[in-house]
């Protein structure tokens, strides 16, 4: 449980539901696949049979470079669209978690 002043709030964690990437591509993906519409689906977005989710190719690059992707997608902060995100939930039920899981 995290707080902003006397606002409590959770952190619920990102399952790969693809969900955000797929809604519309980050300024990250804009730039580094040069596209010109924002209804583009974003070409680094990557299923994972192995582990069962979506992936970002960019942030999965090795070195210095993938590491500045996760920095600047902020890999690791939590979900960021987990209000009413069916694609979410459905990706809970089938790990076996709870539909409103927390970090
Ligand atoms: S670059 Fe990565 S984070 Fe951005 S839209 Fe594509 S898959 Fe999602
Ligand atoms: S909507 Fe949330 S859980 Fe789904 S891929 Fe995006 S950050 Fe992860």
Not at 56 to 79: D, I, Q, T, V
């Amino acid at each position: 449980m995290k707080a902003i002043g006397e606002i409590e709030y959770e952190i619920k964690q990102c399952v790969g539901c693809g969900y955000c990437c797929l809604t519309a591509p980050c300024f990250e993906s804009v730039v580094e696949y040069e596209l010109d519409r924002l209804d583009q689906k974003c070409p680094g977005l990557v299923w994972s049979d192995e582990e069962a989710m979506f992936r970002c190719e960019l942030m999965l690059k090795p070195g210095e470079e993938g590491k500045s992707f996760r920095n600047k997608l902020a890999a690791g902060a939590g979900c960021s669209s987990s209000l009413f995100n069916q694609y979410r939930d459905g990706m809970l039920v089938k790990k076996g978690g709870e539909v409103g899981e927390a970090q």
